[in-house]
């Protein structure tokens, strides 16, 4: 670690439980955002700012006016142009030395396996469910540990999942509702600091996971209503097994 490094991360080597040890496993680690929006934009800036190594991004998105007011990984500028684009840029301004991989595509299960291999971790931070399935299905074949989030309106919901220990999305959520059964943000509106709050956490989810620090959010289901101001934790039964666990065994 280069003298500059250390200072900038003097606070993250202070903490109990990381240390230059810590320090140094962050930037050489490996971390995938699905989603460079409401949900990716805080996760990658937090990632970035806290000194993973490696972060690669995968969003087929351009950059929508009605984007601003939550994905503050974008500006006015960047309306109209790859999202992957304007991420990246702003992730580089505040760490040039990250190495980052772009794909500027749609998630689809011919490309999942290959696009998702090789991390020590992965966000999922999207906005659909096919997705979220797919993201859990790829996570869960291969042992890559990642987190889940999802936000609407007021509300947001958080998990982590760690293959073999604990449930997976598709154990608690089993499959992709029918259309129009779930409202989206683009119908009911979302705060975005409400997506601020849930992609911190999943950030923060990725950091204890290399790190090995404390407890992650496995088994247990965290929503937050920021209305009443009110996080609840909900406890997974850990015995449900989805075909997609059971095919691991
Ligand atoms: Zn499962």
Known sequence: MTDTEREIYRRNILLE????????????SRVLVVGAGGLGSPALFYLAAAGVGEIAIVDADRVDLSNLQRQILHGRGDVGHPKVDSAGRSLLRLRPDLRLTLHPVRLTED?????????????????????????????VRSGTAFSHAGILGMCGQTMTVVPGKGPCYRCVFEDVPPAGAVKTTSEVGVMGSVAGVLG???????????????RLLVGRLLTWDALSMTFREVELPPGRQCPVCCGRT
Do not use: M, W, Y
Not at 17 to 28: D, I, S
Not at 200 to 214: D, P, S
């Open 200 to 214: 911190a956490v999943q950030a923060t989810e990725a950091i204890k996971h290399i790190l090995n620090l404390g």
């Open 17 to 28: 439980g990381v240390g230059e040890e810590g320090q140094r496993r962050l930037l050489e």
């Open 111 to 139: 490309n999942a396996p290959e696009i998702l291999r090789g991390f020590d971790f992965v966000i999922e931070a999207t906005d659909n469910f096919q997705s979220k399935f797919l993201v859990n299905d790829t996570c």
